[in-house]
């Protein structure tokens, strides 16, 4: 059967009632977290996982894709509504979209958001519908030698391609590859920086570091630093665009989720480099008159539909190879891990269904976040008002509650709490997130692929790189490395002060 | 764009030392913990490689950010909707959170989770500023056992009950 085929049998079995509930509910969670300040998709997604633990894998796959997208579209709420984005992904959307808050535009800069959002996350769904299953049947021919070179490539990219300084991206990757480490060795069974207790042997899962990481680093850092006057929320009515905002936002839209699209879906570290593309194609490209700097709605629209594009592209590399590229992937994997499903090559073969239906209800809930959301909008504003105090306690009620709940032993809280120092830690030091998190999730996957290439060729280093893939995607991680420290060599420092200023103004 | 560059400056970020010793620390320990590992006949790599590399890894590293703290390198700190990084960092607070938490994990299996829950909202709100105690206990106390019940009844999770043990 064809990609269309099965894509509509996927939508036929999430198209129940119950379904389209779980999927309702999801976005509606999602959003309402994920406006919060301070939460990013990735955090929404790590708190709201025990609310999925009674239900069955098809259903808790509906429900995330539904928090998923209503975590992102919460985020770009925020953004433009208060000042200062929390995620790096919105902090181009809040450049030209606080402007036009200010300027009265409010409503037209959310509205361009959501329906940019759902364009670029229905296309960007399509696409991954249509190139998931042949890359699937490509990689299941991939021998464990090309795994490790690409897990490695992807590492390599994310830690040196994010963020400004190189050696706090590689501090934070090491972290989490040390926090990878803990637990039995898998295949001799022996005890590896577990400190004696039994409550690690287990290792340690990327929820309780993530909620750790991301909730209780980012309560403590803002408790020490807690903003004493609080922000001004821009009071906003509902969203509707008028006939000159859609002529203006459709081309950005598409451009954006051409750009977004294929940054999501190689590891390349997510959305902030598309968003950063498109703002600066939009603002090249835009006529005179058009208001940059001053609230354009084409630099809403388009790094908007970057953002959205590069979250679904992302599914790519997740359901063909297994390979989480974000921390919101990192955090659906494990998720999915604990229904016994595991992503990758076979995922397609063995489980077809569910992963149409995964499909499927990311189109379903990327609808309802549409029809949801545009009309909830006011009321979402009004949360960004909830009194910081009471915010914050919250967020370590919950993350407290989702870190117990799992196994009720106070021992996981004790872990919960230094991850949370960790998260208070790199917060300071100004160490990147997402290298640590996929550290703590490739690593062991990397270590597996490892030992089964140099059991193949009996501790022999030539292992490594006994496949054509794997010696061309070595090549790809020195062109990587050597290719970025080149171009800031070549380049005067003065091009470089112009062009951070050219973004900050 | 909120991360800039890390800047040089004159000031030396003496703290930075402290992270750079932490990090020496732990990849020394991943390295020492390695070395006790047995490797098995007919197992051409064993369990002792990764952990080599990934602790050689975190002590080079460790020893690069050192050099670089000396070097003058300041640590750009996160931004955030509600962090003002122009003041100084409040340490009290963060104790006082940090206490409300650890109290939190110690009495959750005596006095269960619809008593501890509530009191740790309350705490971290007066923690953090609030003044209205009875009004953060009231809300702390309907989220803990709103909780309580959702994941008895929904997810079919009884959490601890402590002493509200047949209460509840």
């Known amino acids: 059967m064809d990609t269309l085929g099965l894509l509509l049998d996927g939508l036929q079995s999430a198209l129940t009632l119950d379904n389209l509930a779980f999927a309702g509910i999801g976005v509606l969670l999602g959003t309402f977290v994920g406006v919060l300040p301070g939460i990013g998709p990735a955090m929404a997604l790590a708190l709201l996982l025990p609310v999925t633990y009674g239900l069955d894998p098809t259903q808790s796959l509906i429900m995330f894709a539904g928090i998923y997208y209503g975590g992102m579209y919460g985020g770009s709420t925020t953004s433009i509504l208060l000042n200062t984005p929390g995620e790096s992904a919105s902090v181009m959307t809040a450049i030209e979209g606080n402007k036009m808050a200010k300027g009265g535009r409010a409503a037209q800069a959310l509205a361009t958001a959501a329906i940019g959002s759902f364009i670029a996350g229905t296309i960007g769904t399509l696409l991954v519908a249509f190139f998931t299953p042949s890359i699937a049947d490509q990689a299941v021919k991939i021998g464990a030698p090309s795994y490790f070179a690409i897990m490695l490539l992807s590492l390599v990219l994310v830690t040196s391609v994010l963020g400004s300084s190189k050696i706090r991206g590689f501090v934070g990757l090491f972290m989490g590859l040390t926090i990878g480490l803990v637990g039995l060795d898998l295949s001799t069974g022996q005890a590896r920086l577990t400190l004696g207790t039994l409550e690690l042997a287990d290792g340690i899962g990327i929820v309780v570091v993530a909620v750790g990481v991301f909730a209780l680093g980012e309560a403590l850092w803002t408790a020490a630093h807690l903003r004493r006057k609080p922000l001004d929320v821009v009071p906003v009515g509902r969203p509707f665009m008028g006939r000159d905002d859609w002529s203006r936002s459709w081309r950005p839209w598409l451009r954006g989720t051409a750009l977004g699209f294929p940054f999501g879906a190689v590891p390349a570290g997510g959305a902030e480099t598309p968003t950063f593309l498109s703002y600066i194609a939009e603002r090249r490209l835009a006529k005179p008159g058009a208001g940059f700097g001053e609230g354009a709605i084409e630099g809403v629209a388009g790094p908007e539909a970057a953002n959205n594009a590069s979250a679904a592209g992302m599914f790519v590399p997740l359901l063909a190879l297994g390979l989480p590229v974000t921390a919101t992937a990192s955090i659906l994997l494990a998720a999915m891990q604990s229904y016994g499903i595991v992503p990758g090559p076979t995922l397609m073969a063995d489980q077809p269904d569910l992963v149409w239906t995964l499909l499927a209800s990311l189109l379903i809930g990327n609808t309802l976040l549409l029809l949801i959301n545009l009309p909830l909008a006011p009321l979402w504003a009004r949360l960004l008002t909830i009194p910081r105090p009471q915010l914050y306690a919250g967020i370590l009620f919950f993350a407290s509650l989702g870190a117990y709940s799992v196994n009720q032993d106070p021992f996981d809280l004790g872990l919960l709490l230094a991850f949370g120092l960790i998260g208070f830690a790199i917060r300071r030091f100004g160490i990147p997130v997402l290298p640590l998190i996929l550290g703590v999730i490739l690593g062991p996957l990397m270590e597996v692929k490892m030992r089964e290439a140099l059991d193949l060729s009996g501790g022999d280093i030539s292992g490594l790189f006994s496949e054509g893939l794997s010696i061309f995607v070595y090549g790809l991680i020195v062109l990587a490395i050597v290719v970025p420290v080149a171009l800031t060599r070549l380049r005067t420092p003065q091009d470089v002060v112009e062009e951070e200023e050219e973004v900050s103004r | 764009m909120s991360s800039t560059a890390a800047r040089r400056s004159d000031r030396v970020d003496r703290s930075q030392y402290l992270l750079a010793a932490a990090l020496l620390l732990v990849g020394l320990y991943t390295i020492i913990d390695a070395r006790g590992l047995d490797v098995g006949f007919g197992d ?40 003002d990084l122009t003041t100084p960092a409040d340490w009290l607070t963060v104790g006082k959170l940090v206490g409300i938490l650890v109290l939190n994990l110690l009495l959750v299996n005596l006095l269960g989770w619809a008593i501890t829950g509530a009191l740790l909202f309350a705490g971290a709100a007066w923690a953090l500023g609030s003044r209205t105690l009875l009004r953060d206990v009231l809300v702390g106390a309907v989220l803990s056992v709103a909780s309580w019940y959702f994941f008895y009844v929904a997810l079919g999770v009884p959490l601890t009950p402590g002493i509200l043990d047949g209460v509840l």
């Open chain 2, 44 to 83: 051409p790599v064993g369990p002792r490689i990764f952990p080599y590399v990934i602790g050689s890894g975190m002590v080079l590293l460790a020893v690069l950010l050192a050099v670089a703290t000396a070097r003058g390198d300041v640590a750009e700190a996160e931004a955030g909707e509600d962090v």
